[in-house]
């Protein structure tokens, strides 16, 4: 079972770098592009934070895969 992100997606809509959203949320860029590419499951606070940032729920932003 794999996290699938659509942290990209959301980004490009509001025209946010991943550096942009690593800052509002706390965290390094590196942690943003692991993110975007699977590589690391976030935190619940931090996929709140997120969320919360790209204006949208957590379950918009991730969801799980069967992999």
Known sequence: ???KTRIKEYRARLDM???????KVGVRRE???HM???K?????KLAFDI???LDAT???IFSF???
């Open 1 to 3: 079972m794999g996290l």
């Open 17 to 23: 770098t991943q550096e942009d959203l690593a800052k």
């Open 31 to 33: 942690t943003i592009v």
């Open 36 to 38: 975007e590419k699977g």
């Open 40 to 44: 690391y499951n976030p935190s619940l």
């Open 51 to 53: 969320a919360r940032v």
């Open 58 to 60: 957590v379950e918009e």
């Open 65 to 67: 895969t069967d992999e």
